[in-house]
């Protein structure tokens, strides 16, 4: 039997850019989605913790696919937890298409903070009531990857607004991805690749700020560091492109 | 007995603002997603007209929100589409909360462009094969209204990017809609008001182009106008907010 929840999905309309296959945005927000509605389901969800004045915030994540689904293709996104530490728990999640065959996987690592000191919280309380929810089937794809400081070659600039940011208060996880992709030329996002993306979270962003998006090519990587108005390092990336 | 079909949303953590209500864009999505798979269903959507190197293109709207619903709340949207001309038509929308009454409604105009000269094209083909989901339900609220040049007193510059444009290679609706209530203070966009949108489309923009979003308020309504870098009129928008 496959541990986890099994969440259905197809590709809307809204999902798919001109080539008629979906973005890459929109399954990796439905990974995202589907985080926050399986921790939900199981009790150790956003609005749970949020009454212990702790909330969810994603530290690291790796995302393969080896192709993107086409409009109105059936997807699933099975997802688990796995026993991990006091300050990480990891989440994996296997995409497969409508013939049950896997088209991409993840695995991610997230801390809770206190949102009054916005400092990481002991997670053991937390995994000790949802014991039942852990399962020890290993992540299906390599661990989230080291990045390193970038020297980056190109750069954009990106004002925060309104839409950027989410009930947390600061920019959405789906955002930074979208700011990457978008500066990435677009014949490398549109045509048909594998794509292994790595991402790492180091400090929080918030509205007001101007974030400028570095970039250089190496190989079939590219790697990305987004940068505050201060400078201080805002979250690293890998977009592995084969 | 109710005209149309009605179709059914929660406000999902991934829609909401850090006030906890729904961002205007979230439902917006959903009431153009509404009109594509509603038409798709009665056989006249996007992939149906395609086959005969046709498109649908939003030409006009009006959207009215009495209040925007809470996180995790239900909403219904009910569409339909009345009988209009051979150019233009009309599908209005009402949406309702888990009570059943109204919290907002919408009005909307669609072209038909043939693909390859991306000029109209004659409506009375596609409407006399679905004279069965035609219905004399009136708008439920004003039409869109008349929006002539604005003397813009402020502007934000915008590079179209990659997760702008959509299945017709053009910016999508909602990202021109996105860009707008971006443009505006954040304490306007987030405290509780009743607001009526009216978007008047005048011209494609396309990946490549640098958008200028000019805008000026006047008493309660915010006066958009969208140009691109040759200074052509893309689209007129009115927020006006109570």
Known sequence: MKVGNVYDFKVEPQDVD?????????????????????????GFGTVAVMRDNNSWVLSRMAIEFDYMPNQYDDYKIRTWIVDSGRVISVRNFVITNGNDEPLGRATSQWCMINLSTR?????????ESCRQYIFDEPAPCEAP?????????????????YSDIDFNRH????????????????????EPHKIRLDLHFVKESIYGQT????????????????????????????????
Chains 1, 2 share one sequence.
């Not at 400092?119 to 995994?127: A, F, G, Q």
């Not at 990857?145 to 607004?161: C, D, N, P, S």
């Not at 250089?216 to 492109?241: H, M, P, Q």
């Open 18 to 42: 001109f080539t008629l296959r979906s973005r890459l945005t929109a399954v990796c927000g439905n990974l995202l989605n589907v985080a926050g509605q399986d921790a939900h389901r199981n």
């Open 119 to 127: 400092r990481p919280s002991d997670l053991t309380p937390v995994l």
């Open 145 to 161: 990857r080291k990045l390193g400081a970038v020297e980056t070659e190109t750069a954009v600039e990106h004002r925060i607004v």
């Open 171 to 190: 920019v959405n996880t789906l955002r930074y991805i979208e700011m990457m992709v978008d500066a990435l030329p677009i014949e490398v996002v549109a």
């Open 211 to 242: 974030l400028t998006i570095g970039y250089r090519c190496e190989e079939d990587k590219w790697l990305f560091e987004i940068k505050d108005n201060d400078g201080a390092v805002i979250c690293r990336a890998s977009f592995e492109i084969r």
